[in-house]
């Protein structure tokens, strides 16, 4: 697979680094990846100055959005760790998500696919399209396989809804505002080699609260 990728070296000009945003790199197997969202230049220079200089950060884009790429963690807590603190420090919000270690399950899309067919799931879905409240949705990136459905929710012990976020359709595996069940399910999906994230569930449309095929 390939993904574009550029550094971005810190002392380009604002307007400079707004033309050279790239795609985000993806996580490696194991690895656990923070993407802030930081729209602007003194968002980014502003979560910079409030990092140590041992965490590397990359302005790339992600759903569409531009955000600051924070990688290297091994454990989910050390990730939630520097969630919180750009949240309560910096003000930012940030979307944590990983890759899964087995080897034989679906890469990651290069890039949003906005021809993406959702036919399968349309016809089992009758739409009423509604915001979910404050606190955290775990996502698993379906790639158009309706059949992922039973597995996700053999994964997570329960109903599977389908939402919408960052203007691509995702299956909600869990909607919470208990931050240590949301990353536990992170975990399990991760451990059953699904493709999921966290993300700030207030810029999550939900469409179907259960999906069933």
Avoid: H
């Avoid at 100055?49 to 759903?63: G, H, M, Q, R, W």
């Avoid at 909607?175 to 207030?202: C, P, W």
């Amino acid at each position: 697979m390939s993904f574009a990728y550029a550094g971005l070296i810190g002392g380009m000009s604002s307007v400079s680094a707004q033309q050279a945003i790239p795609l985000c790199q993806p996580p490696t197997s194991g690895e656990y990846l923070l993407l802030v969202v930081s729209p602007t230049a003194d968002n980014q220079k502003q979560l910079r100055s409030a990092l140590p200089p041992e965490l590397k950060t990359i302005t790339c884009k992600y759903l569409n959005e531009t955000v600051t790429r924070i990688g290297g963690f091994k454990k989910i807590d050390d990730a939630n760790r520097w969630a919180r603190y750009v949240s309560n420090i910096v003000g930012l919000s940030a979307i944590i998500t990983t890759r899964p270690t087995t080897a034989d399950v679906q890469p990651p899309q290069t890039q949003p696919q906005p021809q993406l067919q959702q036919q399968p799931l349309q016809q089992t879905v009758n739409y009423n399209p509604q915001a979910l409240g404050e606190g955290y949705a775990v996502l698993v990136d379906y790639y158009n396989r309706p059949e992922l459905v039973n597995n996700v929710q053999q994964a997570v012990g329960g109903n599977v809804g389908f939402v919408s976020y960052g203007q691509r359709p995702y299956l909600l595996a869990v909607y919470t505002t208990n931050q240590s069940e949301a990353y536990n399910t992170l975990q399990k999906l991760n451990n059953g080699g699904f493709v999921a994230s966290i993300v700030d569930s207030r810029k999550v449309i939900l469409l179907r609260s259960t999906v069933r095929l």
